[in-house]
């Protein structure tokens, strides 16, 4: 039986547990494609992607590349700048016509919550949704979590601290749905102002204490401070931050030594993470954006109508 009958995929808040694991099982048995010689499987030859991409990424836009390169898709990368947007195209309109020039599936990073669900209502083509503003990272939260169950074997009953700037991340409310789905213990850690304890009502705990935290996690995802929605008024300054809630080196000697740490990036080193902890031996940053090429091909693959799990 499919463990996946959907065109898009928009956010994990709407996935039950078994659609969240297809994903995770599909990107295991797709990690394997990369660490071969020939990194290239035929499952979407003929099929056109176009990446749209209105906000900047580094690593989400490349790898839906690199992904859809693996899985013989061909592959448009269309920029804002590059767009009829420019001009004042609406999103719809630009979409349609990106439909209408046969694109079978549309990757979307847009500054607008709800922007993915909006195309996806309206058009056949596949929307992915790759970050709509402050709503929803679905793919972030699956690359999260497939790296924790890889390097520790599961996801019930861990514990997970989200540490940082979470009111507006949508990165931290893809890992909320997605961890608590998979029974994951989530506690949220930042200043009130970042991390308010409204958030309770979805189903984790709240703190404005790292140290709290740092005995009992197994895992420390910390987000970036955003500068560009000008966070800094939400806290006194980056020193005090630091102070408070940084992943400093003497912090990290207090973290079990199976912990893991792990960040979505991009990274402000010396704020959020201390530059040696980022790259010490807790650190699973770039292997999370390693994983992100597998889990992205379980998306394009389970929304093209790839039924079963890839042998
Ligand atoms: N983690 C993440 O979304 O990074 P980019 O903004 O570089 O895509």
Known sequence: MSGWSRKDLTGLDGLSAAEILFLLDSAKAFKGVGERSLKKVPALRGKTLVNFF???STRTRTSFEVAAMRLSADVVNISATASS???GETLKDTALNLQALRADMIVL???SPGSSHFLARRLDASIINAGDGAH????QGLLDIFTIREKLGRIEGVEVAIVG???FSRVARSNIFGLRKLGAKVTL???PTLVPKSLEQLGVRVTHSIDEVLASADVLNL???QHERQRQEFFPGLGEYVSLFGLTKSRAARLKPTCLVMHPGPVNRGVEIDSEVAD??????LEQVTNGIAVRMAVLYACAGGSSIPA
Do not use: A, F, M
């Open 54 to 56: 209105v906000e900047p």
């Open 85 to 87: 947007l420019q001009k």
């Open 109 to 111: 990073r847009h500054s």
């Open 136 to 139: 929803e990272h679905p793919t």
């Open 165 to 167: 700037d979470i009111l």
């Open 189 to 191: 850690v930042g200043p």
């Open 223 to 225: 987000l970036r401070i």
């Open 280 to 285: 010490g031996p807790q650190s699973v940053i």
